[in-house]
């Protein structure tokens, strides 16, 4: 299957700063990349995803961009707060049959 | 989104002993997926649920182990088998949804062996 990779393990900014996450896929017939929130205690929520015939998506503070070439994908939090605190999953599908996760980003943002 | 129901939230098992987990959708839905997520990792997918037809399951993972049923487009089931510690883990039921398939997330089973 699918292998993605994830980094960094940790990150911690100050509030306001940016955060960048960066993520590696194997299978270049995956067209699909969400990015997801985990709060400890709670099920993952999709935050932002974008799709294969785009290069960047962007919603308020977040933003994702794809370079398919390089099979990459990073998701950038811009103005961070400390409720951006969480842990932070990337993925990888090939038209939504199967989903393959990152290791995940443990992002902390200082007050 | 797809309102998902799964239970149970949390349970403790003896080793040895089986537990049955459910997933139910308020919706059809066309994929439906188990994922395990133990402490402080990722998650990793079990198998994909297939409707009337036996679970497709990822590398590491067996039909022995997991049993699943999908006996139609709202409802499944994952077992997890003759449990050992190495069992304990959350357990998530997902389902793929809404114009691009997009994956969402039910509320997960703790388990946790002893």
């Known amino acids: 299957g699918e292998n993605v990779e994830q980094h960094p393990s940790t990150l911690s900014v100050q509030e306001g700063d940016s955060a960048v996450i960066k993520c590696t896929y194997s299978?270049?017939?995956?067209?699909?990349f969400p990015w997801y929130k985990q709060e400890l205690g709670k099920r993952p929520q999709l935050i932002i995803d974008?799709?294969?015939?785009?290069g960047e998506k962007k919603d308020q503070r977040i933003a994702v961009t794809l370079n398919k070439t390089a099979k990459h994908f990073s998701l950038h939090i811009t103005e961070t707060q400390p409720e951006d605190s969480a842990v932070y999953f990337c993925?990888?599908?090939?038209?939504?049959?199967?989903?393959?996760f990152g290791t995940g980003t443990s992002l902390t943002v200082i007050p | 989104s797809a309102v998902i129901s799964q239970k149970p939230s949390r349970d403790i098992c003896q080793r040895g002993t089986s537990l049955t987990i459910q997933c139910q959708v308020d919706?059809?839905?066309?994929?439906m997926f188990w994922y395990r997520q133990q402490p402080g990792q990722s998650l990793t997918l079990i198998a994909t649920?297939?409707?009337?037809?036996?679970?497709?399951?990822e590398s590491g993972f067996v039909i022995d182990k997991f049993p699943i049923s999908r006996p139609n487009l709202t409802f499944s089931t994952l077992t997890v088998s003759n449990m050992s510690p190495e069992d304990s883990s959350i357990y998530l039921c997902?389902?793929?949804?809404?114009?691009?398939?997009?994956?969402?997330f039910g509320s997960g089973t703790q388990l946790s062996v002893l």
């Open positions: 997902s389902v793929a949804q809404g114009q691009g398939e997009k994956l969402f």
């Open positions: 299978d270049s017939a995956s067209n699909y």
């Open positions: 974008i799709r294969s015939n785009v």
């Open positions: 993925a990888a599908s090939i038209g939504g049959n199967q989903f393959y």
């Open positions: 919706s059809q839905v066309t994929m």
């Open positions: 649920a297939n409707q009337g037809s036996e679970a497709t399951y």
